[in-house]
Nanobody, 123 residues
């Protein structure tokens, strides 16, 4: 089992920045590829970003490319999502997820999920 706990969400103005964190506990964190997904009100869950177990490769949805950066610190069992130039359409609950078989945007491949953290972008 892997437990995932997200933090860092909140209310931010358009153009602002937030950094989300996802702390993992349980099995060896470095065995897992990690992803961030989000669900906006009334919409389906969508892929945001993913990173391989080593951090050597990263993947992004087109909607966030150039604005968001995923990273990980295996010594701290934590994955991050730095979000810059936030837009109102980024408003959603953000979830981190872990997988032993990374197919970045395929949610069903992720075995473990956090509870989510709310991000609201509004003036």
């Amino acid at each position: 089992q892997v437990q995932l706990v997200e933090s860092g969400g909140g209310l931010v103005q358009p153009g602002g920045s937030l950094r989300l964190s996802c702390a993992a506990s349980g099995r060896t964190f470095s065995n897992y590829g990690m992803g961030w997904f989000r669900r906006a009100p009334g919409k389906e869950r969508e892929f945001v970003a993913a990173i391989t177990w080593s951090g050597g490769s990263t993947y992004y949805a087109d909607s966030v490319k150039g604005r968001f950066t995923i990273s990980r610190d295996n010594a701290k069992n934590t994955v991050y999502l730095q979000m810059n130039s936030l837009k109102p359409e980024d408003t959603a609950v953000y979830y981190c997820a872990a997988t032993t078989n990374l197919v970045p945007s395929s949610a069903y491949r992720y075995e473990y999920w956090g509870q989510g953290t709310q991000v609201t972008v509004s003036s």
